[in-house]
């Protein structure tokens, strides 16, 4: 054997997967002693570093040639040079070395005070509130260049919807036996109708022209008792429905105010029956026939302010048969809350012109007074309105300003019962096609609730409609009137409130379809015409809900109205 040290390899040395110490088979072999053991002690901590290079993410890795081919030879499984993986390793720390770690915060006070970071710290904050103050000014301009809200009007619940007048109870409910304790089964229907309240009776014992035997503080024993009455309040109430208690005295006689020599009697037992159904719990009181009580403006006034001193909330309507519209106005020369029903508007020829005419002068007359619209005191739609107007009128009186009145079956077009040579009975409500008629005859199924109920088409889907609109929609609750110029045989008007969407009507009462020829030159500035409208509802079928209408194009078919909405434009 050669007696000189073997000269140090130069190989590179794999890392065995054991510990040193560990024997991985019958084959393994234990390290040369001596320089070769320091020999591999070095290779083996640089094969270490060598595979933890390996290790790095690939963006990680050094970029140059030569450590690019090294770290393919080891991942190759081939050997490098010790003195290669060394330098790479150390250029490595190096660029470590060499990176930026930012400034300290002594660096950082030092820079902070400067005085060009000073004075550009200050122009940022004068910036700032420069700023501020310029989108201030902005936002007040806005606010005040804005146009202001107008006020909303005070309103009681007789001013959001119409009101349903029950004069005869057991007609009401088609049976001979109504009393109040049935009447409570209607309450829904009445809801649908979206009312805001009823008008019942008279219902208090009235021995028929006899003063002594009346009793306005008692319940005809024939329609129910105070027991019924209270709980007919209670579920009324439950339901948003106010109760209106009609207290014509001699309603059953041939004078409702007996003679005027009985006035002062007649006027003390009205005082205690206000006070008496007031702590009862209604919501308000209707007298009528008042052309025949003396003094009627003088009582009424002084009726009201008993209303009034319990609440508010209360109301007091005054009917009259007359039409002259002097006699109306001076019912409520002193009582400014009343509601007056009358004759008024059955006094037409049903021509545009003429209906135009009454509602306009009414309008002007009773100025800011409420009014309320309606055909009688008492009588259905079809007593003073031939059945191809009812659609018509229907839109008429839920659009116009002030509180629209109905009897029972106007929603339905109910019919009055006229015996030739007898006096006019209260007609039978057509609830469905079993009810009986007041005349011979049968019931059809367009004729009544049940029927109608289920048409799109009918007369009572429309009075839903209109109720709805009339009860929701403030250009229609108390916005302004305008009438407007228009064909011959053609009523139309505008009802608008400050920005809110606007509503035109527009009633053809003429025999035969025509351009609408609308004119707005009496309008003020607030209330112009737009080009095109959308189509509310109309009351002949066939026009499509929701289409754009040009207006100077606009054309009506017979007896045809239209409710159309356009709009707020600044």
Request: proline share 6%.
């Amino acid at each position: 054997m050669d007696s000189k040290s073997p000269e140090p390899s130069t190989d590179v040395v794999s890392i065995p997967s054991q510990p040193p110490s560990a024997h991985s088979g019958p084959g393994a072999q234990c390290p040369r002693a001596g320089g070769d053991a320091g020999t591999m002690s070095q290779d083996t901590e640089v094969d270490m570093k060598d595979v933890e290079l390996n290790e790095l993410e690939p963006e990680k890795q050094p970029m140059n040639a030569a450590a690019g081919a090294a770290v393919a030879a080891v991942m190759a499984g081939g050997v490098e040079k010790n003195g290669l993986v060394k330098n790479k390793v150390a250029d490595d720390e190096a660029e470590a070395a060499a990176k930026f770690t930012g400034l300290s915060k002594e660096e950082l006070l030092k820079v902070a005070g400067s005085p060009g970071w000073v004075r550009t710290r200050w122009a940022l904050l004068l910036l700032f509130w420069l700023g501020w103050l310029g989108m201030l000014a902005g936002a007040v301009v806005i606010i005040v260049r804005a146009p202001r809200c107008r006020e909303l009007p005070a309103q009681s619940w007789w001013h959001k919807g119409a009101l349903y007048r029950i004069g005869d109870l057991q007609a009401f409910q088609n049976r001979d036996a109504g009393d109040l304790a049935g009447l409570k089964e209607h309450l829904d229907y009445l809801s649908t109708l979206k009312v805001k309240g009823f008008v019942l009776g008279p219902i208090h014992k009235n021995q028929k022209d006899d003063l002594s035997g009346t009793n306005l503080e008692q319940i005809d024993p024939t329609l129910g008792f105070k027991e019924d009455f209270d709980s007919l309040l209670q579920l009324a109430r439950k339901k948003s429905i106010r109760v209106i208690l009609d207290l014509t005295p001699n309603y059953k006689g041939q004078n409702s105010w007996f003679h005027p020599s009985q006035i002062d009697t007649v006027a003390t037992k009205m005082k205690n029956a206000l006070s008496f159904w007031l702590q009862a719990g209604v919501d308000g009181f209707q007298v009528r026939d008042v052309e025949n009580l003396t003094k009627a403006s003088a009582f009424l006034a002084d009726w009201q302010n008993i209303t009034k001193s319990f609440s508010e909330d209360k109301l007091l309507i005054a009917g009259t048969k007359s039409s002259n519209l002097q006699d109306i106005r001076s019912l409520f020369e002193f009582a400014e809350d009343l509601l007056v029903t009358s004759s008024y508007l059955s006094d037409s020829d049903f021509t545009g012109e003429r209906v135009k005419f009454l509602v306009t002068q009414y309008l002007n007359v009773t100025d800011r007074h409420w009014c309320s619209w309606s055909l009688s005191q008492a009588r259905l739609l079809t007593s003073s309105v031939p059945a191809y107007l009812l659609r018509l009128y229907q839109l008429l009186l839920f659009t116009l300003p002030g509180t629209p009145i109905f009897s029972y079956g106007d929603e339905i077009g109910l019919q009055a019962a006229a015996l030739p040579g007898q006096p006019v009975k209260a007609p039978l409500m057509l609830w469905d096609e079993s009810s009986p008629l007041s005349i011979s005859g049968s019931v059809s199924s367009n004729m009544s609730v049940k029927g109608q109920n289920e048409d799109p088409g009918s007369l009572l889907t429309l009075f839903r409609r209109l109720s709805d609109h009339r009860g929701k929609e403030r250009s229609l609750l108390h916005g302004d009137f305008h009438a407007l110029s228009s064909a011959p045989g053609v009523f139309s008007y505008v009802r608008q409130w400050d920005q809110n969407k606007r509503f035109l009507v527009v009633l053809n009462f003429g025999d035969v379809g025509q351009p609408a020829r609308l004119g707005a030159s009496s309008l003020p500035a607030s209330a112009s015409l737009p080009a095109r409208v959308d189509m509310l509802l109309s009351t002949q079928p066939g026009r499509e809900e929701g289409a754009s209408l040009e207006l100077e194009n606009l054309k009506l078919e017979p007896h045809e109205g239209l409710l159309l909405h356009y709009p707020y434009v600044p």
